[in-house]
């Protein structure tokens, strides 16, 4: 209103006036054509009928089919094998510096008609522990940073007031996360919400009040705070399944693991499909869970680190037992469990010993069926021919790995151990 009225004072002339108020009229609808191109909303059908006097007809409609695309929900894409191995860290080496401890106070009491007020400075507070936490949620190393920093505590005030205690620093690692300390194993985490206190924060200092004695009436001794604990750790993560799907590439694990589980891992027809371990559940009717891990392909070679080797190999450490599987098509299959069980005992000796069974998959091919007498001649212990492509005798295969895991839980439960359960 005040606008309008500056604007009649200053323009006596009605003519000129109205000339004036087509003006801006115009240039204000040509602007807010362009604001609603460009935003998109513009919709002619039901444009007002002030709007359609100044040429707003002729402008696209987005609501219509055949002017704009019709935008679905955007969907999240699964990312590929090659893709996840950037998100999957089994290693990483952690510096930590806990928090240092505030200073003492050094003051004295300061109040009306009381001269000799005394000391009365605060402690200060104790510096940030760094403490690593188990989490089940977290599936990687990935989201560990190379350096934790604990805070430090609060100094100490006068009228006797403590500094506050630091906050405690966490880092949340995958269940079977191995820590070590230059070469030694410190801590070994494998149950959700355990905690391993890394690097301890530093003792806040004293405030002068602390040292008052009978000798000493007014101190003006404070200490600093000590520093924060510094050390540099190796985090290392070893899958923690109840069973090991061990074999060379091509063998058929993934498929094997997607037979028997609702995992979904990678399954390609050249070798190396699968580049990190899959942890699959399988589930029974007494709702037990039996976790099946399947290890990246190995190669002759292994333990001395060709291929994919002693960075898999150690996954394979946590498995209670063992499922060799091989590809009952190829030649001499026994000579790939020969071969695999060698590359475990080199990396480790007696971990071939564990209690096993022996999988024969790709029975629905012709040749796998010719070696599959042959294959049972050369072995002693039990094979189980499937075909993860058909699922022909996956029941067999879920049933014995279920006698497994109850025999696990026997030994662990005559060891006095607490067995592993998911």
Known sequence: MLFWKMFTMLTPS????????QEIQRIYWKLADRRALRSGLFVADSLDPHWKNHGAVGYFSTSSSLSAKARGIAKKRALSEKKLTRYFV???????????????????HSEPRKEWGGPDGGNGGDGGNIVIK???????????????RGEDGESGGSKNCYGRNAHTTYIRVPAGTIVKENGKIVADLSHHNQEYIAAYGGAGGKGNRFFLSNENRAPVKATPGEKGQERVMHLELQTLAHAGLVGFPNAGKSSLLRAISNAKPAVAAYPFTT???????????????????????????????????IS?????????????????????????????????????????????????NKIDLPEARENLAALRDHVTRRVIPVSALTGHNVEELILHLRELYDGYLQAEERAGAKPVKW
């Open 90 to 108: 089994d290693h990483r080496r952690v510096t930590l510096v806990a928090g240092s401890g505030g200073k003492g106070a050094s003051t004295f």
């Open 134 to 148: 188990v989490d089940r949620q977290v599936k990687s190393l990935s989201l560990v940073a190379p350096v934790y």
């Open 312 to 360: 898999f190999l150690r996954h394979i450490e946590r498995c209670r037992f063992l499922l060799f599987v091989l590809d009952a098509s190829a030649p001499e299959p026994w000579v790939q469990l020969q071969h695999l069980r060698f590359e475990l005992e080199q990396y480790e000796p007696g971990l071939s010993e564990r209690p096993q069974a022996i999988v024969a």
């Open 14 to 21: 009605s003519l000129v006036r109205r000339w004036l108020v």
């Open 275 to 309: 580049l990190n371990p899959h942890v699959g559940v399988v589930q029974y009717r007494d709702h037990e869970q039996v976790a099946v891990a399947d290890i990246p392909g190995i190669i002759r070679g292994a333990h001395l680190n060709r291929g994919l080797g």
